[in-house]
């Protein structure tokens, strides 16, 4: 008797013959490095991603605003 496959983790997606994982890491600069994401515009940009990540239905898997760049994993 065969036994259905149990993805150990949620993250995996499964169709009929597949089953994946799809992530995506993105590297957001400003121009030149500029310090800019500090204080109430770091908090604007992670809000900003979290309602366009909720919008286009993505899970954020980890976000991270710094003062010269943010990491963005999907």
């Known amino acids: 008797m065969a036994v259905p496959y149990l993805c150990p983790m949620g993250r995996y997606g499964k169709l009929s013959h597949v ?3 799809c992530d995506y890491h ?4 400003p121009k ?4 800019i ?3 109430a515009l770091r908090d604007l940009v992670e809000g900003d991603i979290r309602m366009l990540c909720e ?3 993505c899970e954020v898997q980890e976000l991270s605003v710094q003062e010269d760049h943010v990491h963005l994993v999907v």
């Open 19 to 21: 089953i994946y994982k």
């Open 37 to 39: 994401l500090k204080g």
């Open 26 to 29: 993105i590297v957001w600069v």
């Open 55 to 57: 919008w286009k239905s």
């Open 32 to 35: 030149y490095r500029f310090r």
